[in-house]
């Protein structure tokens, strides 16, 4: 297993990630966009999500190779990102977010596939080389913090082009690894999507990922607001991500011992409690330090079972099509939403209300574990 250079794609393309969610939404706001543009070119990154995952696995699926159209697309994502260069309109960066995150959104389901296929059995060793993606998050997400500190926000674009430079350099390295080809039978496609296993998984992914709305996109800004300069925002950015290292390190113990259905439960019930705490209680420092130590579970856990049950639920030649899914309905669909309810309900509501409709969203997740889950999933 190319444990490294699986390793090494992980660490960049979340250390752009680390660059663009915690300070894309300041460097908008630095050229005078308010809240409710600010939510809309947000949704605009997060709703590429929804049809290019899709696409490519598709183009995928039907050519066989994988690793080509992650360099690709890592390829298109560096070009179509200098547009920012260019001009800073609304309309105009707007385009630009559109072409950027469509090829963007399209090379990290193909990338886990392909992680999930080089491990083989030993799934429960992808919480191991995920980990590497948090650790280029963090140390981007607090050197960035520091350097906005002193420069202007425009370091940011330049950052960021590098750090997708590297994805796409990184992505060369990395080899293909066909399938086995166990399941010649399987069956189609729409009666799995048929099955109310499947129906509930989807529907809670998208809740979950709608309740980090205000949190992806209105965090740094909350913060900011509140007289936390950059460096301490970066390095509460980082201490969630932190949190979630230890909780992929733990993982291959957790999840023979308590299965997929209660650690979904209790990241779901967390993330409720965490999005009223940052609420709610953004002026207690020692409260926002707790609330960030539960990204462990509000991502950390959420992401690693959702993960490993879409390669329960979609086996054979359709793991591509679920990791697209996964990333399209859960986290595209719900994270495109989230970005646009928080974007609005900061301007005509506020922040507290704000992240108290996202604590609900992530119960009515809670809930529908409770309910539809019951007895569907096997340790």
């Not at 947000?42 to 929804?50: C, E, N, P, R, S």
């Amino acid at each position: 297993m190319p444990y490294w250079r699986l390793s090494n794609f992980y660490f960049f393309y979340f250390a752009a990630l680390g660059a663009l969610i915690p300070y894309w939404g300041l460097y908008l706001k630095s050229l005078g966009f308010d809240a409710a543009q600010i939510g809309e070119l947000m949704a605009v990154l997060m709703a590429t999500k929804i049809v290019a995952p899709n696409l490519w696995s598709w183009l995928s699926d039907h050519t066989g190779k994988r690793m080509p159209i992650v360099r690709l697309a890592s390829l298109l994502t560096a070009l179509s990102f200098a547009g920012v260069f260019f001009a800073t309109s609304f309309w105009w960066l707007a385009l630009v977010m559109l072409v950027f995150s469509f090829f963007w959104n399209a090379s990290l389901p193909q990338l886990e596939v392909t992680t999930l296929t080089h491990l083989g059995d030993q799934t429960h060793r992808y919480s191991i080389i995920r980990m590497w993606g948090s650790i280029g998050f963090i140390l981007t997400v607090v050197t960035l913090g520091a350097l906005l500190d002193q420069y202007r926000p425009v370091l940011l674009p330049l950052v960021i082009l590098a750090l997708l430079v590297g994805i796409w350099l990184t992505s060369l390295r990395i080899p293909e690894q066909q399938a086995p080809l166990l399941h010649l039978d399987h069956e189609p496609l729409r009666k799995i999507l048929r099955r109310p296993a499947v129906l509930a998984f989807l529907a809670m992914c998208f809740l979950m990922a709608a309740s980090h709305g205000p949190y992806y996109t209105f965090y740094s800004i909350y913060l900011q607001s509140h007289d936390y300069s950059r460096s301490l925002i970066g390095q509460l950015w980082a201490l969630g991500v932190l949190a979630e290292i230890g909780v992929f390190l733990i993982m291959p113990y957790l999840l023979p011992r308590l299965g997929l259905r209660l650690l979904l439960l209790i990241s779901f019930a967390l993330a409720s409690l965490r999005w009223l705490l940052i609420g709610w209680f953004v002026d207690k420092s020692a409260v926002l330090i707790f609330a960030q130590l539960l990204h462990g579970a509000t991502f950390g856990s959420f992401h690693a079972v959702a993960i490993h049950m879409v390669n329960k639920l979609f086996t054979g030649n359709h793991r591509g099509r679920g990791q697209a899914l996964y990333s399209s309905v859960g986290l595209g669909a719900g994270g495109a939403i989230g970005s646009l309810y928080s974007g609005y309900l900061w301007v005509s509501t506020g922040p507290l209300v704000t992240f108290s409709i996202a604590a609900l969203l992530s119960a009515c997740a809670f809930i529908s574990a409770w309910f539809l889950l019951r007895g569907s999933l096997e340790r």
